[in-house]
């Protein structure tokens, strides 16, 4: 099949060559030139393990063409991915400019029979109304959500917990299935609205849980419990799971911060008010602060130096969008205290709130506190021993993500603290 992804950013550039490595031609247009200069390079701009050798795989082999210029599109295209992004406007609303833009540049070049596939999070009821609106062109609009996650959007894409096809007729449904044939998954069939309520409660539902282990492990600090066998003890009952228990400094990135201020404002417009989706949000942010207090209460008051060891908002991915990290950090600098920062991922930061360091050692060299703030495994494998630090005594280490060997930790520093854990005896 002819295929064209409009938009190679996380989204796009993953089922572009997602796609081209099922077997399909795949035409991916993006109108930032610098971004196209780089990917003929095989150099994607973002880091997502598992996509630099699929892109010069598919790159060389011509399977994967890349442009900006939408006239490509006349040339014998079936099917058109929407992967642009949608960010929050101020009002908690999705802006559709980069939605409503590729569709304007792509129709008149689209044949007749073409189906746009929109894999961008839209506001629900966003694809019946462009349905509508398309239906004189001769265009038809699906709703495929993706479910990547970064940092596994590669193996997502190859092993999707499902793939969820909203469409007006079960006919429509089908051809757009047939493009993902070969990858085994279930398959649900849905109309327009239903498979866009899907993305957002499923992201929503998913922030949700996360706030609400992220307060469990705040008790469990403040009572003597351990939050981690706390969350074992309930990852046995299948109704609970064992996946997102893991209490951190907070939930972010480009989804669920976005997501799930959309579906709440998008709710009040149906007159629902979704006041566990808000609840959520408001518990994440009263949940970086609490973060941050625990911290400095320990610490002291400023001026003191503190290293941040992680920026991005999850480990796997270079991230840095709505990342918890960067906003306690910031907080923190903003307190007054000097904040030295180390992230595998992160050489440059714009703030200048933020001091970066080429590694742990620097990072950590004669600091007051650290502050583990990313998941990434080489901060487990750090011996503690080898830090540079006067008095270990004196330096608070609190480790948001349990990820450091606590035993070693806390031999070097009597003030080694971990979520989840008693701040009085750790
Ligand atoms: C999320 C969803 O997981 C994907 O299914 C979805 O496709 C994607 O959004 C999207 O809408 O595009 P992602 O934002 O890449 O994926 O990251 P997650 O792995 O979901 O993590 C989100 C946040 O939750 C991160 O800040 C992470 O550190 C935090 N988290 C996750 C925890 O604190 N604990 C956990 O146990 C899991």
Redesign the pocket.
Known sequence: MKIAVIGLG??GLTTALGIAELGHKVLGIETDLGKISDLLLSRPHIYEPGLTELLSKHVNNENFLITDDYRELSNGIEFVFICVPTPTSENGSADLTYIDQAIAASKQHLKKESVLIMKS?VPIGTCTKLASNLKNDGLSVVSNP????????VP?FFNPSRIVVGAETEELAKRVLAIFESIVAPNLICDLTSAETI?HA??SF??LK?SF??EVASLCEETGANAEMVFHGMSFDDRIGD??????????????PK?TKELAFAAKLYGIEMKTVEAAITSNLAHMNRIKNSFTSQLGAAPKKIAVLGLT??AG?N?LRE??AIAIAESLADNGYRVVAYDPMVSKFTSDKIEIQDSILQACNDVDGILVL??WMEFSEIDPNLLDIGNPEKVVVFDTRNILNSSIWSQRFPRFFRIGRSWQNA
């Open positions: 996380y989204v999070t993706e479910f990547l996650a970064e940092g596994t959007a997502d993305k499923s992201n998913l922030a996360l282990v992220n996946k997102f228990l893991k209490p951190g400094p907070g939930w972010g990135g480009s989804c669920f997501d908002f999850k991915t991230d990342s918890p990313t998941e």
